[in-house]
């Protein structure tokens, strides 16, 4: 995304459930706890546009404007091309589902044109869910699910490779799936049940890539193999679906170590394969591509430029190859990409001889970004791309191209006009959501890799694009004064400058004059007092280690350590009180209070629920000392004392997140808007009554895997809610 070293999204501790290779229809196993969803609400999401690493792209052969998209955390997508939109298809998974919403693979069946599948898991690490593979007969309407007993990466080095799933062009009823550390799978009844495939000569590691790829090149499979070391074979073949082979006279050396992607030309017979010495998105800095004759055997170089050259400004022009696709109507017409080529910039390179000579799109491109300003990330111009191992052509329009990058889908119809082809993809991790009481924005989010955002609108991307001076990675802090809402100040990763304020409700920004040293390399929650006159910050390092906290009294100019301040606590402001100030050390259960506007800290509560530094306080708004505190498992609690003393909430079962919004007519509290549960199912909630009675808001159509990080109502607007979500972006629920 926006700087070099990417971090993609925080990896959430918890495991998803299901082992079995049993088929069961997704959803029946939560319709009781619906219960009509209690209130009707009607959900979509926040419109920014993309945000997130589009891994692959797939169109239906014989289906003119049928296409499917896969994200790495986000879920899956279809294309509609009567609304020019994507329509996301896994928002159904739920809470317990969060590393499914990482998708694998998938494939069509070119005979069936309403068939698709998924293969979904996120990460393949212990301490993740195992994945699953969902069918569906009506292009993603409904599914059916089967639970696997092995791990899949959808998250994880190499998730741009593939595709990993295959329908077998002899027999719809079979499918491949690859597999990083258990070989290649194979089911006989459209993925219901999977055993392991025999006679694949691939050796399963716990720690490699696996099966890189699956391709049918005529009657003939071929997979490619991540795990070799540049001098074994890397792609093998069957032409029964029973004996394997690696195929003879294939590339070798570093250029081909990792078989990244393919495609057959039918026309000519040739199958086209990219390599890259590193399964990348990250990390690749040598690469080629190669092709096939399947008629005869031979192989050919055809790589457009080699890695290693030297740029203008003497910088090393490495990278990797990434996609490649071919055109359907035309023999001999290709488009590759080229992967993680930091120097001279990502380009995708289109042949239409074979791959005997190349054209450089980006030499020619004009970008239109005037939907998604953000893509510009606080320069001047956007740049063609970066992270391109998705790439695809229509086979029923020639010049029209897609490619996925980092944070969008680009498209063109004419080789030269690009735009981001997006609308209706969400893939944003969210971090922090304010809902001003004023202004014209309703909402100003932080989220990974993008940074602050100004919604001026929620139906259209923000106009000014991420906030900027200076720009950020991820956001780690967003607060605003309760009493002064037009004053604004947020944290996070940049490379000139973590802390910055606003005096205009988040529209511009200024960045501090000063910042303590610990900033650069460990910035964190940031917190300002009611009227706008302190500011604490706290420093908690990438690797979990804890700083001290730091209180300005001169909009950022000058900074002091708090001795008294619990260590990576999250500092909360009171909303009435400026002198007020609370924290809550989740590693002692202690909850800290300040009167003196943050100069120190005293003890109030203690023995609260610790060691889990998701656990979340929360102030009221508009009241001094009413404090909420979320503790996931055991529950919801609450302070009017200002922290001295918690009572837990009656009929709260488990509180993951929790926010308030404007009060219902007649209502003297405000709406409580909850992430947890009240009974069996964690869903999102609303309460009336100060939390003596809640109703499920959302319903089993729309759930999004984990939301547990931010949850807040609009102050303005009684029954709105926003929340946020890791992949999916901001979602905003009103009532019906």
Known sequence: MFTSNLSRRAVLAGTAAAAALTALPVGQAQAHAAEAAGSSYRWRNVVIGGTGFVTGVLFHPSVRGLAYARTDIGGAYR????????????????????????????????????RVYLALGTYAQSWAGNGAVLRSDDRGATWARTDLTVKLGGNEDGRGTGERLLVDPRDSDTLWLGTRHDGLLKSTDRGATWATATGFPGTPSASGQGVTLLVAAGRTLYAGWGDSDGSAANLFRTADGTKWEAVPGQPSGAA??????????RFTRELYVTYANAPGPNGQSDGSVHKLCTANGKWADVTPVKPGGTTSDGSADTFGYGGVAVDARRPGTLVVSTNNRWAAVDTVFRSTDGGRHWTSLKDSAVLDVSETLYLKWGADAPKFGWWIQALALDPYDSRHVVYGTGATLYGTRDLKHWAPQIRGMEETSVRQLISPPAGQAHLISGSGDIGVMYHERLT??????????????????????????????????GDHGNGACSND???????????????????????????????????????????????????????????SFPKGATPVADPADP?????????????????????SFTQGATGLPSGDSQFELVAA??????????????????????????????????SYTLGFGKAADGADYPAIYMVGSTETITAVYRSDDEAKTWVRINDDQHQWGWTGEVVTGDPRVYGRVYLATNGRGIQYGEPV
């Open 79 to 114: 294309w509609d091309d009567r609304a020019a939109a994507w329509v996301p298809l896994t928002d159904h998974l739920g809470w317990d589902d969060w590393n499914l919403l990482g998708v694998e693979a998938m494939a069509v069946d070119p005979a069936h044109p309403n």
């Open 256 to 265: 081909a170590k990792v078989p990244i992607r393919a495609a057959y030309d």
């Open 460 to 493: 259209a991307s923000p106009s000014r694009g991420m906030a900027t001076n200076p720009v950020f990675g991820s956001a780690t802090g967003l607060a605003q004064a309760a009493r002064k809402p037009a004053y604004v100040v947020r944290s996070g990763w």
């Open 505 to 563: 409700g988040g529209q511009t920004w200024a960045p501090f004059e000063a910042q303590p040293s610990l900033a650069k390399d460990a910035p964190g929650p940031i917190a300002v007092n009611a009227d706008g006159s302190v500011l604490l910050w706290v420093f908690v390092h990438w690797d979990g280690t804890k700083y001290p906290a730091y209180r300005s009294a001169d909009n950022g100019a000058t900074w002091t350590e708090i001795s």
């Open 579 to 599: 002198t007020r100030f609370h924290a809550y050390d989740t590693d002692t259960g202690t909850l800290y209070v300040s009167t003196d506007s943050g100069l």
């Open 621 to 654: 708004p508009g009241r001094s000392g009413d404090l909420w505190l979320s503790v996931k498992g055991n529950g919801l609690y609450r302070s009017t004392d200002g922290g001295l003393s918690f009572d837990k909430v009656d009929g709260c079962w488990a």
